[in-house]
């Protein structure tokens, strides 16, 4: 019935062509299970096993009846390259120094992808297709890592694990025209044709005829991602290995739409997953089929957790707890997610969220909740939401995307409210809550060894070619805590000024740094601190330097600052190029004055992921004046 539906409605992707030809491989009787991992890219728990009244996913609510359905699974970032490092080391990106997407940084000695576990166990390990790590995949990670890869390309009775990665359901995916969404939809038998009217809208958006169809369309994507799905579980059970398989499905982050992929809000971090244990496994199982569990999940368990479920031991660096197998830790307290460059957009927040209550710290709240983003504003609500705002038609909780700053603290009931639109953080009621969660985060952040308090430009420089992760542990070259305490200073009070121009002679640039940007945060409240912002403009650090002279812009001494941010746009490594386009776009009109260097700067000949994103910042500096 299935395959009957899918031939209806789409063409299996191209990822699949090779795979219905290969010949089936006979798994023998083992008393080690294979591992299925099927995963998407850009959902949230929009199935219709999460409740999703709008969603047509038979093989996926088939697969939760038949196995167990997390409630509370979360990415550890909110986009794809950091969650990612986390899903294949069993580390946070911020530790790994994997946190910036497309920030390629060496893996630190001693640590390895699961997978070369398993392969030395025997396993056969096939990947279909999508690394992206933020690391060079080490040659070792896997049998095979292709468009065709599969475990058909074992060996007679060895024991698998292998990954089948959709891109149906990613951002990119989800940008039909009018007209091609009507095509698509009209080709559907009757039974699964979408209608906008009816797909439900989070209160986080207008109520638009665009928002409407960009939300269908998604759900039309979702659809086409559960068939594929079941193609992939209906080969595993062509080739009698169903009963020796235990099978993953979960998404690599939120959706790919505004306030969520990119956002560390629930919307941005709840994922789905769910797990299915043969009966020949089911002493495996945390209940039986068809169970809900409400423990709370973080990508950073994913590795030790199929460790622990092959029985092989867990490295002693990995930073997750097994939640599944022998080696089952006790269920966690709180789960962790992080938020820092994403393209051309530098932001830096943390969360922590317990079984109720998300706490968000945002460390640069002077940024817009909805900062420009190359590609990111094709998406036809992003323009959608530009177009109302600039018409002065938003209202309520629909203009909280377009807010131009952040608060620095967020916390959310999510109990109550699921949408996370009540910001409880100046709730009287809810002090102790915020306390306890603040804590939290910060006694993680430090003993995780966060890298995401350096600029990026400034964790390079200190690692020096090898992996941040090994300089944030090296006698003296991180200061975590001294940095901290200056990082949370930052969207404080105008009465932090003294304190944070005292700390811009601190002997460490970082503290440097956030203090800087604690006067950025401030705005005209640095004005009685400007003598010591103008002496920070020759500091040897540049990532101070463009600091200080984007706080100096904002009190009015373009004249002095700009020479500075210019000069660095100038410069030699594109990290810090960048950080100088960003100040500019963020200055708008007060960059007027260096529109020739920007024009001569996005004009120059560059290669590499780092100067395409100087040349989109650039752009939008430009179309700002």
């Not at 915020?434 to 995780?448: E, Q």
């Not at 904002?554 to 004249?559: C, H």
Request: proline share 7%; aromatic share 8%.
């Amino acid at each position: 019935m299935n395959r009957r539906i899918f031939l209806e409605t789409v063409v299996l992707a191209a990822i699949l062509a090779p795979m219905a030809g290969a010949a089936p491989v006979a798994n023998g009787d083992t008393d080690k299970p294979n591992v299925l991992w099927i995963t998407c890219e850009d959902i949230s728990p929009h199935l219709g096993c999460y409740g999703d009244p709008f969603a047509i996913t038979p093989n996926l609510d088939k697969l939760a009846e038949q196995g167990v359905r997390y409630s509370r699974a979360f990415a550890t970032a909110s986009v794809c390259t950091p969650a990612r490092s986390s899903l294949i080391t069993g580390i946070f990106a911020s530790s790994l120094g994997t946190q910036h997407l497309r920030g390629e940084q060496p893996l630190p000695e001693g640590v390895r992808c699961f997978t070369e576990y398993l392969r030395e166990a025997g396993y056969y390990c096939s990947n279909n297709v999508k690394e992206d790590y933020n690391f060079a995949t080490p040659p070792g990670a896997w049998d095979e890592s292709s468009k065709t890869a599969h475990w058909r390309g074992r060996k007679p009775g060895q024991p698998f694990f292998s990954v089948f990665n959709f891109m149906t359901t990613h951002q990119s995916q989800v940008r039909y025209s009018q007209e091609k969404f009507e095509q698509i939809n009209a080709q559907a038998p009757p039974r699964l044709r979408r209608d906008p009217a009816k797909v439900p809208l989070p209160p986080y958006y207008p109520d638009t005829p665009i928002v409407r169809r960009i939300q269908t369309q998604l759900h039309v994507q979702i659809t086409k991602m559960d068939q594929q799905a079941g193609e992939i579980i209906a080969q595993l059970e062509e080739d009698g290995l169903a009963e020796n398989t235990i099978v993953f499905y979960y998404s690599d982050h939120g959706t790919g739409l505004p306030r969520h992929k990119r956002w560390l809000h629930d919307s941005g971090i709840h994922v789905p997953l769910i797990v299915r244990f043969p009966k020949k496994f089911a002493h495996l199982a945390p209940g039986k089929p068809g169970t809900t569990l409400d423990r709370l999940v973080s990508f950073v368990d994913f590795a030790p957790t199929v460790l622990s479920l092959l029985e092989l031991k867990i490295p002693g660096y990995m930073q997750g707890n097994a939640f599944l197998g022998k080696q089952s830790a006790e269920p966690r307290r709180y789960v962790f997610a992080i938020r820092d460059r994403v393209d051309e957009v530098y932001e830096t927040s943390r969360t922590v969220r317990d079984d109720r209550y998300q706490y968000i710290r945002n460390y640069m709240p002077h940024r817009p909740r909805m900062q420009h983003s190359n590609f990111s504003e094709r998406t036809p609500i992003r323009q959608e939401l530009r177009r109302l705002a600039a018409e002065g038609r938003l209202r309520g909780d629909a203009a909280w995307l377009m807010n131009a700053t952040k608060p620095p603290e967020e916390l959310y009931d999510t109990q109550n409210d699921p949408h996370e639109i009540h910001n409880l953080a100046d709730s009287p009621e809810h002090r102790e809550i915020l306390a306890r969660l603040r804590v939290a985060l910060r006694r993680w952040m430090i003993d995780t060894r966060d890298t995401g308090l350096l600029a990026e430009a400034e964790m390079c420089r200190r690692a020096a070619g090898r992996s941040p992760y090994e300089m944030a542990r090296r006698e003296g070259a991180y200061d975590i805590e001294r940095i901290l305490d200056a990082a949370e200073l930052v969207g404080r009070s105008p009465a932090t000024a003294p304190k944070l121009a005292g700390l811009l002679a601190d002997h460490d640039s970082a503290v440097r740094c956030w203090a800087a940007t604690g006067l950025i945060a401030l705005g005209p409240g640095a004005r009685s601190v400007e003598e010591p912002l103008q002496r920070a403009l020759s500091d040897p650090a540049p990532n101070v330097r463009l600091a200080a002279a984007e706080a100096l812009c904002r009190i009015g001494r373009e004249q002095h600052a700009l020479p500075v941010v210019v000069a660095a746009l100038q410069g030699g490594d594109d990290r810090v190029r960048l950080q100088a386009a960003i100040v500019l776009s963020a200055l708008g009109p007060k960059a007027a004055a260096a529109t020739a260097a920007m024009k001569k700067a996005r004009a120059a000949p560059g290669k590499g992921n780092n100067a395409m994103y100087v040349r989109w910042a650039l752009e939008r500096a430009l179309g700002s004046l």
